[in-house]
């Protein structure tokens, strides 16, 4: 079957860096995309990799290894206002997006 | 802002209710998707429309009807619901279904609540 996983919740300070991974099982692979979801909002796009290799986007890269199946989203400099749910959303064979259940990034002063 | 709308926001309905939601986007965009999402879950696709043809019904109960007048309008007929139905509905919409089309942009949701 198919499959994502993403840790449930992780935990960061501040101004510091955290690294959210994705990992991944479909059937064909056309692309990972990683969206931000705030409390009661709408998922927003934040990046696409479709290549191996890392995508820098100000604060926010993506990385994909497709050979290993994995991403991760790393969040620089973080601030308050990066508290939210981090979607990973993978397009299979059939241009159909399999989704990964989030995962809550709390922020702490 | 997204460019995709949704109303209404919040829905409190009984189970003999019938409902509606709607969805409009003014990206212009050709294919549109209702998903839902449940606490701690991934997002489940109900149904993907694309040029006004559905494409996809993953095997959603009848009681969901979906309805798509035009490329920019997208409605989802709510009758005899559930309680375990309650939950966030999004809408969703992307350039195109062929070749990937692009990331799926989405609408704020409809909070419902089946009482």
């Known amino acids: 079957g198919q499959n994502i996983d993403q840790p449930t919740e992780m935990t960061a300070t501040e101004g510091a860096i955290v690294q959210i991974n994705c990992t991944y099982q479909t059937s064909g692979f056309n692309g990972l995309f990683w969206y931000q979801q705030h409390a009661g909002e709408a998922p927003t796009f934040l990046s696409y990799n479709v290549l191996d290799g890392l995508e820098e986007k100000g604060r926010f890269s993506s990385f994909l290894s497709r050979s290993k199946g994995y991403s991760y989203l790393l969040l620089k400099e973080l601030q308050m206002k990066d508290s939210a749910s981090y979607l990973c959303a993978c397009m299979d064979s059939n241009y159909q997006l399999i989704w990964g259940a989030g995962t809550k990034l709390i922020i702490k002063p | 802002e997204t460019g995709v709308t949704q109303t209404p926001r919040h829905l409190v309905m009984g189970m003999t209710n019938k409902k509606s939601l709607k969805c409009e986007q003014h990206l212009g965009h050709n294919a549109m998707y209702w998903y839902k999402q449940s606490a701690k879950k991934p997002l489940e696709l109900m149904f993907v429309?694309?040029?006004?043809?559905?494409?996809e019904n993953n095997s959603v109960p009848s009681r969901f009807s979906p309805e798509c007048p035009n490329s920019s309008h997208l409605f989802l007929h709510l009758h005899t619901l559930q309680p375990e139905d309650s939950a966030l509905y999004l809408c969703?919409?992307?350039?195109?279904?062929?070749?990937?089309?692009?990331?799926?942009?989405f609408g704020p949701g409809t909070r419902l609540t089946v009482l």
């Open positions: 969703a919409s992307s350039q195109d279904l062929e070749r990937g089309g692009g990331p799926v942009y």
């Open positions: 429309y694309s040029l006004e043809e559905r494409v």
